[in-house]
């Protein structure tokens, strides 16, 4: 299929596509008996993400269950500031459920010691990654598209600073709040490595680039215009001036609330995740494609409740821009049967 025909590139684009092309996040993971195998095969979770033939492997499995829309690159957000030189582990021996774990970088020499002009050389293998997906695509998937990632500046700060998630991250927010010129350097940084991995991506073969703000709704107002949509709208220029002012860019600041409709005006994305708190029903964001938001524990309930609540979402959606999604993460106790109920019922229209 030419790239411009793909149904998810198209509602990118700003087409209303329907029924509306479906993918959702984390439809590569735990909930699938052969993604463990594959992790297994592999040693490790860092290992898989650094294997190019298993993640690959891994990304295309959920596409042989289901006619999704969209492949996203299988890899992990921290494997940027890995990448920059953070050294990065999950838990105890890789245990299952444990985040990834990454040692603090939380003074002027620790952020001076990153190496953003690596990280694009160091991430190598998943490039390679990425140009395997690609190739496999187009060969035995040819409508679907592939996405790769990022976490989006703030966030990755998050997870350098604290060096672990789960509790609010506590050093970041204090860092925005007393030291905000020592942020400033690591973000600095962050956009030189970010810039470089992303486009990487893109030249390895990404059709779109999606940058997940998981931890946008913990910063106040202020912090939210200079902590999330300053550096994504930085970051999102430096994209477009390398890869053209039609690449296609999704923005997910994820729990941002009110926070939404001045990231859609202002951080330069040409679509908008939402989150399973945002009500379709109420006034959304236009100029912009959008993408959400199902409620991932509504999935794992299936039944009444998961046609319901679908058919409320492409109601809500049915003559706009708009690619089916979940709010957050497929989780490890979704069963298969809901996955391939939902994405049935999303192909009716
Ligand atoms: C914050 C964040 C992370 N990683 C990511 C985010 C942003 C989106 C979000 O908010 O969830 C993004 C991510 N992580 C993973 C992907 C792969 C692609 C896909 O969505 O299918 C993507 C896009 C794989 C993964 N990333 C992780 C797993 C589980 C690892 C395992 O097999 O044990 C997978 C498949 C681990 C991870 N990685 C991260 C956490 C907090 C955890 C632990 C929670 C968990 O275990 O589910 C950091």
Known sequence: MNAVDKPFLRALAGEAVWPPPIWLMRQAGRYLPEYRAAKEKAGGFIELCLNPELSAEVTFQPLRRFPMDAAILFTDLPMLPWAMGQPLHYGRGGAEGVGPILDPVRDAAAIAALRPEG???????????????????????????????????????????????GHGFPEARRMAERDPALLETLFASLLDAAEAYLVAQAEAGAEALMLFDSWAGLLPPEGFERWVIGPTAALTA??????????????????????????????????????????????????????GNLDARTLVAGGEALEAATAGILDAMRGRPFVFNLGHGITPDTPIEHVAALVRQVKRG
Do not use: K, S
């Not at 395997?132 to 679907?144: C, F, K, N, S, V």
């Not at 994209?239 to 939404?260: E, H, Q, S, W």
């Open 238 to 291: 430096r994209l477009r001036a390398r890869l053209g002012a039609d690449y296609p860019l999704i923005g997910f600041p994820r729990l941002a609330g009110p926070g939404i409709p001045a990231y859609a005006a202002a951080a330069g994305v040409n679509a908008v995740g939402l989150d399973e708190t945002v009500d379709l029903r109420g006034e959304l964001p236009r100029g912009v494609t959008l993408q």
């Open 119 to 165: 990280a694009a050389q160091r991430a190598a293998p998943i490039m390679e990654t990425v140009a395997r997906i690609r190739a496999g695509l187009e060969r035995d998937h040819p409508g679907t598209a592939l996405i790769g990632f990022a976490g989006a500046p703030w966030t990755v700060a998050c997870y350098m600073i604290d060096g672990r998630g």
